[in-house]
């Protein structure tokens, strides 16, 4: 089998890690710029991050025979000071046009705070700007739906965004309806005890079907499963799922959206 993670932080992962995910089938993954553990004290941090993801991360996992992309941004976790966050997005244009960049992510809202939706309406017109595909991180816990609800309210009033081309990611029971039924793509995170869990992942893909829905695994610097894409897998294949099931929702459907920006390889 082969299958395609589409959002996963390898910069917090061991080469072991790509080791593992070439041997279970993933072909490709997608890099979102993301919250390092600590808030970086410069825009100059930021500069060597969008080097590491665009110049450092590809070669590591060539290695492996893992086809890595990415998606640059200031995440909404270090966006609230919006002085301090513009120095960084006048950063970003410079790196669009590098090969595995595939758009503006993971932009979102972390505590729903003022500064973070003036933020993200800023990088909103900035991937609109640079026509680039959007890839979206809603807040956790009891903030998720009233986030989720701000986040499509500020991509509405651009105005000139496809939502075809947003993927929305971290949904849950609660929100997934809310985000396929405006036209967006929903990302399902999956983690071994929060947000999704593969066995969660797989009630939502019986609830809800295939359509415009996907799973990744966001391994990152916590708690957090490499492997919980073919977990998720494993799940549904137990449930009697036909593998035309499980490959829509693992590589054939990750592949139609990211090959909207035209610098996606799934090898």
């Not at 986030?147 to 993927?167: H, Q, S």
Request: with cysteine; glycine share 8%.
């Amino acid at each position: 089998m082969k299958y395609i993670d589409p959002h996963i932080h390898m910069v917090s992962r061991t080469t072991d890690d790509y080791h593992n995910m070439a041997l279970a089938g993933c072909v490709a993954i997608t890099e979102p710029a993301f919250w390092a553990g600590y808030d970086r004290s410069s825009p100059q941090g930021f500069y060597d991050y969008y080097r590491l993801l665009t110049e450092t991360e590809p070669k590591r996992a060539a290695a492996y025979g893992i086809n890595h992309h990415c998606w640059l941004c200031i995440n909404p976790k270090e966006a609230e000071d919006p002085a301090f966050a513009r120095e960084v997005i006048e950063l970003i244009p410079e790196f669009l046009d590098k090969p595995g960049v595939l758009g503006v992510g993971e932009i979102g809202l972390n505590k729903n705070s003022k500064n973070e939706l003036t933020i993200l309406e800023e990088q909103i017109a900035l991937a609109a700007k640079h026509n680039q595909l959007v890839l979206v991180h809603t807040p956790h816990l009891e903030d998720k739906l009233k986030g989720t609800k701000l986040i499509i309210d500020a991509i509405k009033r651009n105005g000139t965004i496809d939502p075809g081309r947003v993927l929305i990611d971290h949904v849950e029971e609660h929100t997934v309806d809310l985000v396929l039924s405006e036209g967006f793509w929903a990302g399902m995170t999956l983690y071994p005890d929060t947000k999704c869990t593969p066995q969660r992942a797989a009630d939502i893909i019986e609830m809800c079907g295939t359509e415009r829905l996907w799973i990744n695994s966001a391994g990152d610097w916590g708690h957090s499963d490499p492997l919980a894409v073919p977990k998720c897998r494993l799940e549904m294949k137990r449930r009697g799922h036909t593998e035309e099931t499980i490959d829509t929702i693992s590589y054939h459907n990750p592949m139609k959206f990211l090959s909207q920006s035209g610098k996606f390889n799934a090898g």
